[in-house]
């Protein structure tokens, strides 16, 4: 990691510390209501674990929900929404990314600061932020570690076992009990036994979370659930 990061994180704890804790949301962690980003006719919305259309199809592009806000483009600035859609930090910023711990990270002429969930400034902009970091996605704990065999992928436990044969074009870590594989060019997932639970036929796949995992299909994105039935058709 970079020095600059290091620092950032530093005066990022430092003004927690300072601040106290971050103001309770409406929803907690435990009770909102899973929500999906989706893009129909050009704009995106949120659907729900059931495909309902939750928040309509109004945004540049949207991201998924942490800490009780999401992230959403409009006029080509960043801001952020709730639940129900509402826009609690209005889109003002060159870049952003995901709320944690009651911060975000934002750019302001060209630099990197904090702001918290009213949308105020906790960490002055002043930093060089490495964009890779910005793409760091949490995972479960990894129960499987992924192995390779000449040009083919499995899995093994860990200790150093192989429990999944390296038979994959390509594979991903398990999430939710599913993990996505590569077969002849398409993507499908299967199960901790190896077996497979939806066949191979997306040109890409996501990750399954909350039930759901995002598929692409020719230049379509939709939706399915762990049986491998959409809840959102590809649409563009």
């Known amino acids: 990691m970079q020095r600059p990061i290091l620092l950032l994180m ?6 927690l510390a300072a601040c106290g804790a ?4 409406e929803h907690t962690a435990e009770t909102a209501p899973r929500l999906f980003p989706i893009k129909q006719n050009g704009t995106w919305g949120y659907i729900d674990g059931d495909g309902a259309v939750v ?3 109004r945004f540049e592009r949207a991201w998924t929900f942490s800490d009780g806000l999401a992230l959403v483009s409009s006029g080509g600035r960043y801001g952020y929404i709730d639940h129900e859609g509402a826009v609690v930090i209005e889109p003002r910023f060159e870049d952003a990314w995901y709320f944690s711990e009651g911060l975000a ?3 302001i002429d060209g630099k990197w600061g904090y702001i918290n969930k009213q949308g105020e400034l906790a960490v002055d902009p002043q930093f060089d932020l490495d964009p890779d970091v910005l793409e760091a996605e949490p995972y479960e704990p990894r129960e499987f570690g992924l192995v390779k065999m000449g040009d083919r992928f499995g899995f093994m436990n860990e200790q150093g076992q192989v429990v999944i044969d390296a038979r994959y074009d390509q594979a991903w870590y398990f999430a939710e009990g599913m993990a996505r594989v590569r077969v002849d060019g398409k993507w499908g997932y299967i199960d901790r036994e190896g077996n497979t639970a939806i066949e191979p036929q997306f040109d890409l796949a996501w990750d399954f979370t909350g039930g759901l995992a995002l598929v692409q299909v ?3 994105y939709g939706y399915i659930n762990k049986e491998g039935a959409y809840v959102w058709e590809p649409s563009e």
């Open 22 to 25: 971050p103001p309770t949301d």
């Open 105 to 107: 990270p934002v750019q």
């Open 218 to 220: 020719e230049n379509r």
């Open 55 to 57: 928040i309509e199809p």
């Open 10 to 15: 530093a005066v990022m704890m430092l003004a």
